[in-house]
């Protein structure tokens, strides 16, 4: 008999579903329980497509004591799936275009929750008392503490953000209704009849918004304890997966160790926590990657990442910059509506990531290939209107790059330019090195090229270095001067240090560009 495999939950969110239908399922149940066990009242953040749904679908049965769909799991013989009223809101399935909709939608949850238990109770117009008096009446009907789960609490707000002043003053007008109504979370008449409240979003508003006032709500976002809750490490690929590796990997001609690497190269990277180094894969492209049998952009295909493009644009971010951002640890949850910096923006979302920690100071970068290769193109499109000759006079530049061809290093690059209508820096403006570098830094790295700039020495920073497997260039830019200069300059600050010994040819590359005419006026190899 031929051994069915079960499916990648690749459609669904369902705990339930995924038990009842032969998805496969991580088994996190341990980190639940030791929260469960630990405290009472919990926010947890991370990016989209993390498994923060399931999460509370999975949460949501094991309050309402469904005991027959844990058999297996960790849980199973240390819970004893008592029954309790369990108040879900789930803001993927809330409507909140307006404070008006936002207001009625959670009325209207509220009601069908007292009409689903058959509860008679005053409804007052102020949502807020409503609520309140829905988690009064149900502890009184079932004699038992209450479950409050919220899925995706700030999602009311970060629909709205950098989309204009109409929208901000939506965004803000929402967090307040959010405030109001989770604010009767924190009276002691209510915290008195709460069992657990869990809450997840993208966003760490939590400090500063909606939960100031909830004093008891503790952020486990970053705790060393929940580094590797969700998301998936490598070991519980290789347990879950184990089937699906064996046909990729068969397929891709690569042993189980150079398969696992490339899937790591690609898929890996994400941490979480400063006191603990562990990192987990991407679940959606994970999935994908084995489902598809292919390398892939998976993770960018759910959604655009409308509000970092905008804000980028507005603050006309140096775009290289992103590879080598420093920040402080209080700088990495701040999130404010009205100043949202973008580095805590970027890291939250899941576009950064720990990289390392010295004196205080925290790097970010990339989490992995995927990521930067996806994030590059999405860059190229919205920031530069760039069509898909641009695309593919970037492969062409990337091939030139590995020949060594100077002359069609040039031709390449100045037909890339020469395919993008304006600046990024504004249609006034002579475009400056920023963009010129911007431009090519944001072209190799979309078609997976290793191009990485900013990059700090002891003796300044280098503009780029672009690493092939048996070969690195040393490129510094110039504007409106010579491409020499660009050489002497790597030749003077011994750029070329960090790259000796490493069994690389190393190439020194100065390049010129004229600001009035958008090409290139020299370029050299030394």
């Known amino acids: 008999m031929i051994k069915k495999k079960p499916k990648f939950p690749l459609d669904t969110s369902s705990f339930r579903r995924l038990r009842e239908e032969s998805y496969i399922y991580i088994d996190k149940t341990r980190w639940l329980y030791r929260m469960i066990e630990e405290g009472t009242a919990y926010f947890f953040s991370r990016p989209r497509r993390f498994g ?11 309050f309402k004591g469904n005991r027959e769909l844990f058999n297996g799991l960790w849980i199973y013989d240390r819970w004893e799936f008592e029954k309790y009223p369990v108040v879900v809101f789930d803001f993927n399935e809330i409507p909140s275009s307006s404070p008006e909709k936002l207001e009625s939608n959670l009325f209207f949850v509220v009601n069908k929750y007292l009409d689903d238990n058959d509860i008679k109770a005053p409804k007052p117009k102020d949502v807020p008392l409503f609520f309140k008096e829905l988690l009064l009446n149900l502890y009184s009907k079932y004699n038992q503490k209450i479950t409050i789960l919220i899925d995706e609490y700030d999602k009311p707000i970060t629909d709205h953000l950098g989309l204009g002043e109409e929208r901000l003053k939506t965004a803000e007008e929402n967090r307040d209704i959010l405030r109001n109504f989770f604010g009767v979370l924190k009276g ?4 008195n009849v709460i069992k657990f409240t869990f809450v997840t979003g993208v966003s760490r508003f939590a400090k500063v918004s909606i939960f100031s006032e909830w004093n008891n709500l503790i952020d486990i976002t970053m705790s060393r304890e929940y580094a590797d809750f969700l998301g998936y490490t490598e070991e519980e690929i290789e347990q879950y997966f184990d089937d699906y590796l064996e046909i990729f990997c068969g397929e891709k001609g690569f042993d189980r160790k150079q398969c696992m690497e490339m899937i790591k190269y690609w898929y890996d990277g994400y941490r979480f926590s400063l006191e603990s180094d562990k990192k987990v894969y991407s679940p959606i492209s994970l999935m994908y990657c084995l489902k598809e049998g292919e390398f ?27 590879e080598d951002i420093k920040i402080t640890e209080n700088l990495l949850d701040a999130f404010d509506i009205k100043n949202i910096r973008i580095e805590p923006l970027l890291f939250q979302s899941g576009y950064l990531t720990i990289k390392a920690m010295e004196d205080d100071i925290i790097f970010l970068a990339y989490p992995n290939q995927e990521v930067k290769k996806s994030f590059s193109e999405i860059l190229m499109q919205y920031l530069f209107e760039t069509t898909p000759d ?7 530049l990337g091939k030139a790059f590995e020949q060594e061809n100077c002359e069609g290093i040039r031709a390449h690059i100045d037909s890339i330019f020469a395919s993008i209508p304006y600046p990024l820096y504004g249609k006034k403006d002579k475009p400056g090195e920023a963009y010129f570098h911007t431009i090519i830094y944001l072209s190799l790295s979309l078609i997976g090229y290793n191009a990485k700039s900013e990059l700090l020495t002891s003796q300044g920073r280098l503009d780029m270095a672009i690493e092939f497997k048996n070969k690195v260039y040393i490129i510094e830019f110039k504007c409106n001067q010579s491409a020499d200069k660009g050489i002497e300059q790597i030749k003077e600050k011994g750029y070329i240090d960090n790259w000796r010994g490493r069994g690389k040819k190393i190439i020194l590359c100065g390049i010129n560009f004229d600001t009035e005419k958008r090409e290139i006026r020299g370029i050299r190899f030394g």
């Open 296 to 322: 892939k952009n998976y993770w960018f295909k759910t959604a655009t990442p409308t509000l970092l493009v905008n804000l980028l644009r507005q603050k006309n971010y140096y775009i290289p910059k992103i």
């Open 52 to 62: 923060k749904s399931l999460t509370v679908s999975t949460l949501y049965e094991l």
């Open 390 to 396: 641009t695309f593919y006079l970037a492969g062409k």
């Open 188 to 191: 002691q008449e209510v915290v």
